[in-house]
Nanobody, 124 residues
Framework: VQLQASGGGSVQPGGSLRLSCAASARSYRDFVMAWFRQAPGKEREFVSG????????FYANSVKGRFTISRDNAGNTVYLQMNSLKPEDTAVYYC??????????????????WGKGTLVTVSS
């Protein structure tokens, strides 16, 4: 599985950004993709995830109601729409993927496939 993330940048508080992660895999059956982030001096944390089959979505409490994860069926791309951004959202964002994950494993970041990070900076 290969993952390519893009869409990071700088934005003022209250602004929006959309991250994209293009996946290339032999199969998408039971596929799960997710976004994680790591702020300077902090541990990596789960942000959001989506199941390929059924489209179930998951969010960290810190982003619920502000971020939306979705996927493009035809293009095998996952998006993270980030609205009402706050300075504390500043981090390197990583997309990740795996197969047949249970929720606890997903949130713990125990995924086998990771893309390179993209930096999101929220500052006035």
């Amino acid at each position: 599985v290969q993952l390519q993330a893009s869409g990071g940048g700088s934005v003022q508080p209250g602004g929006s950004l959309r991250l994209s992660c293009a996946a290339s895999a032999r199969s998408y059956r039971d596929f799960v993709m997710a976004w994680f982030r790591q702020a300077p001096g902090k541990e990596r944390e789960f942000v959001s995830g989506i199941r390929w089959n059924g489209g179930g979505t998951f969010y960290a409490n810190s982003v619920k109601g502000r971020f939306t994860i979705s996927r493009d069926n035809a293009g095998n791309t996952v998006y993270l729409q980030m609205n009402s951004l706050k300075p504390e959202d500043t981090a390197v964002y990583y997309c990740a993927a795996d197969y047949r994950l249970i929720y606890s494993t997903l949130v713990a970041g125990k995924l086998d496939y990771w893309g390179k990070g993209t930096l999101v900076t929220v500052s006035s």
